[in-house]
């Protein structure tokens, strides 16, 4: 059975009896990961066993693609896991004499959330998308039909409040300004549910790879900041441009508009649009309504041999809002399974009489992301430093 692009299809294994969940629980335990096409997929069922996760937020699933075997591997992970599983297909795969054998086609690839508890599912259609596949696809050796979609899941745990999680899989063939116009959109349907869920954990692969080596491809890095953003990981500036800048900090996103040149009030708005690249409803929608990341910036999940280990980056990422972490962990460091790692968080509802910008405030700073907004300082007064002197230079010059 083959699901179009942007289709929405689910399964439910959970046992009707034979199998004791808890009747209250405490926390979640949520694992993210990207498995590669289930290329390795008894290697990936055993590691989901033994992890046994509330909740799994999975990219990269495969239904009967010849390059992994012509397997429904969504129906398998349902089913061994004992799960009721969403999966939305976000390409056709084509079958084609293009692709290389471990690339071959003829079936559908998408994300996939897998939960033990009642669940409902829905899909964030994106609006912008950075990579027309549909007619570019062959320039790849990668034909296929459809494009980006986003699956949403809200979780209804026995005695923890409803908990809305993403499986987002940003794409890889463009760069920073292609990945936040399309992130900023998750950011968005995120906001329009916060009344009802407003515990949310955003798990994907985001691709944030436009640095290192990745600078010198125009598959890898296509826009202003593959040298704009030099001396930093895309991951940091993800931190610094995207994570630090609260809804409540401004109608917009100033310190992403300042990107090139620093932000003053006084400066016509059109010239940060110009500069930086992101429009107006971009900059707008990608200010973070409450998220923060529990792990370092710049922590490793996936790193090519290829390259001689000049190209690692932090692709894979758990981002939670008004959620505590009581514990976590990163496996598959061996790569056998995949190509990514995996991500794991246990967490547990922060207090709800906290002020959620206060508590935003609290977890950035627990989890060292208020580091990062420090190079900020330094980067402004250095080009104010930059501006001072050359206007200076400009003016002697002219005066005389």
Known sequence: MFVAPGDLLEYDFRPSAGRQLPSVLTSLKVVQWNVERNYESQAII????????????????????????CQDHFRALCEELQVKGGFVAEFLELESPI????????????????????????????????????????????????????????????????????????????????????????????????????????????????????????KYATDRYRWLSLGETESGWWHRRVFAFHDQDGQWNTSLAGSVIPFFAWVPAWIYLWTSGFGMEVLKRARNPGFYDPWPCEEVTLENPAYFGLFKAKLDWTLLRCLEVIRQGVGNADYRASDHKYLMVEVKPSDPNVDPYKLWQQQRHQWGNHQHVAITAIYWKWMVATIAIGSFIYLTISWK
């Not at 007619?135 to 026995?158: I, Q």
């Not at 009802?196 to 790879?209: H, S």
């Open 99 to 218: 692709r290389q054998p471990r690339d071959q086609g003829g079936g559908s690839h998408g994300n996939a959330i897998l939960s033990k508890y009642d669940v409902d599912f829905s899909v964030v259609k994106h609006q912008y998308h950075a990579y027309d596949w549909d007619h570019d696809g062959e320039k790849l050796r990668e034909p296929r039909k459809g494009k980006r979609y986003t699956l949403a899941a809200t979780v209804k745990a026995p005695g923890l409040p409803p908990i809305r999680c993403y499986s987002v899989h940003l794409e890889v063939f463009t760069g920073i300004i292609g990945r936040i116009t399309s992130f900023s959109e998750v950011f968005e349907d995120s906001r329009a549910h916060f009344c009802e869920t407003p515990y949310q954990i955003i798990g994907g692969d985001l691709n944030t790879m436009a640095h290192s080596i990745a600078r010198v491809s125009g």
């Open 46 to 69: 055993t590691i989901l066993k033994e992890l046994d996760c509330d909740v799994c937020i999975l990219q990269e699933v495969d239904m009967f693609c010849k390059r992994s075997g």
